[in-house]
């Protein structure tokens, strides 16, 4: 039986497809004259290409975005929006870039189209973490929301194997936390479902072949649908350690997801019964927690988070902290389990479910 439950849906237009980018043009015009184009130094020629094909729309380009949203960067390209006199904000790149968006949005209400080129899903979510003084400190509102998203699959071609993979899994963990997710409901487990399945069945076919347009296709539709339920569901464990580790001992963000994603959910699976059928029926095994480690180990996901470079020492004092202030979660969080999780994380050994 569906048990009561409350759905508070998103706004916001999304325009999909391979060569969708070339509907940039209309999208700007749709939201206003002229656009800030904003990218990161490593992809300043998408976003030069981009102002070129927007003509007479594109008023510059801001080529600064940086990991975590740095306030000082944000500072830099508000100078460079008011002397542009754009009035729309268009992020092409991945997470940071669109947080960039994001700052510029929250602190001037301009439209903004964010294009996406990983699967990081945060183009979907009115959720912002900003860095000032090494501090980083997260906020949601709705101007913070893009109004509109291109995910054009051909801009994703260039983007490495295990970058995709580490990123995708990423966006995997946020339908697995929800689908066990106390505020979750069916209409966010049906795209959590659909989100693990077009990302587990794409990470492997990018592997083997990083233009494969089916594969890329199926892992931006995936990235989307996860994006889409970071955005609706609260999180858990999962996403509480990975904060913890990447916080405390400045792991990186992405690879910390795929790495811990296998252990957290092996952790949680005895308490979510109902998430681990999804996942079964998503990933096609019996064992999700043994086949996203495995997905893993297929794709160049860094072996433990020892690779990443954390001490063996830091292992005890990750589980102190991700213990010390209690959050929901669907099985007790408790000290010494956890620290058991996290040894194991950091070997990389199979998940016991
Ligand atoms: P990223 O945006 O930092 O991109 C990583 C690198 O890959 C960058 O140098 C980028 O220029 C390059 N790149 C991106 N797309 C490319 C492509 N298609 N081809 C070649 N190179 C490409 O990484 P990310 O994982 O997308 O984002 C991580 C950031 O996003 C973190 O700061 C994280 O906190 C944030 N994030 C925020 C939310 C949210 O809802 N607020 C959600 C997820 C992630």
Redesign the pocket.
Known sequence: MIAPFVHNGLPGRVVFGPGRLAAAGEEVEALGKSALVLS?P??EQMGRDLAAQLGSLAAGVFPGAA???PTDVTAKAMAALKESGADVLVSI?????V?LGKALALRTDLPHLAIA??Y???EM?P???QTENGVKTTQRDMKILPETVIYDPD??H??PVD?SAA?GL?AIAHSVEGLYSRDGNPVISLMAEEGVRALAAALPGIAADPTDPEARTGALYGAWLCGVV?SLAGMALHHKLCHTLGGSFNLP??QTHAIVLPYALAYNAPGAPDAVAALRRALGANDPALRLWEIGRQTGVPHGLKALGMQQADVAKAADIAAQNPYWNPVPVEREAIEILIARAWEGSPPQS
């Open positions: 990161t490593g992809q990991m975590h949203t790149g991945g997470g940071s870039t947080g080129t990983t990081a899903g945060s979510t959720i912002i973490g801009l994703t260039g983007l970058v990123s990423n970071l963000h992405a």
